[in-house]
């Protein structure tokens, strides 16, 4: 599964937020996980949506985690390439 959402109040977009409670209360596990964050100024969804994941069971963050600040630009154009390659590798 891939994760993505804005950096809000240096936290989660509440929506996704509440998404990812959903997840852990339903004891989601044994999965494969890429994460993508956009903010303007400090990226930090990345860090906030492991941290609400952090207890779930066997769960495999892929790398790269994409960075995208404000619009997309060739790096995080190259960083998305580079999670689909990992994602279809799993």
């Not at 044994?30 to 303007?40: A, C, M, Q």
């Not at 609400?52 to 154009?77: H, W």
């Amino acid at each position: 599964m891939v994760l993505a959402t804005t950096t809000y109040n240096a936290d989660i977009f509440p929506f996704m937020k509440e998404f990812i409670q959903s997840l852990t209360e339903r004891n989601y596990q044994n999965r494969v996980i890429g994460l993508i964050e956009n903010g303007s100024w400090a990226p930090m969804a990345v860090k906030g949506m492991k941290a609400l994941l952090e207890g779930g069971k066997n769960l495999t963050f892929l790398e790269p985690a994409v960075k995208i600040t404000s619009a997309l630009d060739d790096t995080s154009r190259a960083q998305i390439a580079a999670l689909a390659d990992a994602l279809t590798a799993e």
